[in-house]
């Protein structure tokens, strides 16, 4: 079935429930939605095509719509984004409507020769920001948004019902109408581990954007804006991400425990001493938790608190993935402090300090708290003395 975002714009799209990961790394406890947007016009236009995974419903959904419509063929297909999510069935479309002419970028259309055997070139048209397509009271306005996430996307403002297709931007993990968390937490785990790296690209996207009359966000994944929040709420999150602005005070307890014992215990520890002050915390365990929640978190908060086990005079390697991880999203402007566990020859602060000093706009406070072994009574000062440090 097809969902309407009003009565001439349908999101064909298809929800999978039982894909796990996305990109073959994220975690998927809902699922995903692969969103794709009929404009039923004079002209009949369809805002980009789905995973392959789902093809055979999206076209299933496509033909109800068009029926529904009194329409019989699809005029246009607008290819913003070429990520094989997006683009998986465009071939399936063109095998359908052998007479759809598509309109994408210079990019994008590289990109189809390097996805595709099929030369679409001859049905393509190349599209650059500012270009328009008119379908009839509905008038398609292209964005460039070069790096959200790929180079060759772009977005597109349709002024009838003001409506901004946004590619993948403002998607969230999960399927449509999921029941766990809001909006905010999904989308923002997506938007670090996925967008993060680009936050100048959205802050020139939105700069874009602020001229334009808005009534929906219509995005390639998850729900159509407005969904709880007025639709300023949504702008205003992308606005502190892509800024790389903390969201929350607060502080990000990230772990990795060899042997949950006395690093995991130092780690707990802090969670309860900042709990009993009324600081609100995140705490992620690297070894046994979705670490790409830890990489939302430590965006979320402004300060952070690393604590890991020495590893062959080394980093314990779940959280050297972690911090591999923050410096390629462009971890920065926050405060971090470090704990570091050793039964023989403690390594694991030397190792981190390397990447927090690494890090745009980073402070480490002091001391770093060294552990041996598990944790006693007499360490309780020295992660008292640290967190102080942190909070001060």
Known sequence: MYEEVTKTILNVGVNDPDITLFENQYDLPEGMAYNSYLIVDDKVCLMDSVDTDVTDEWLKNIDKALADSGKQTIDYLVVQHMEPDHSGSILALTDKFKNVQIYTSAGALNMMKQFFDKDLSEQTTVIKEGDTLELGNHKLSFIAAPMVHWPEVMMTYENFEKVLFAADGFGKFGVRGAEADDWACEARRYYFNIVGKYGAQVQAVLKKAEGLELEHICSLHGPVLPENEPLDFYIKKYQTWSAYEPENEGVAIVYASIHDRGTRQAALKLAEILEE???????????????????????????????????????????????NILKIKAYQKRKVALVENGSWAPSAARVMKTYVEGFKDVTLATPVVTVRSTLKDADIPNLNELIDALLG
């Open 277 to 323: 002050k009324g600081v609100k915390i995140g705490v992620t365990d690297l070894a046994n938790d979705d670490l790409h929640e830890g990489v939302e978190d430590a965006f979320r908060y402004d300060k952070m608190i690393l604590c890991a086990s020495s590893y062959d005079a080394d980093l314990f390697p779940p959280m050297t993935q972690f911090l």
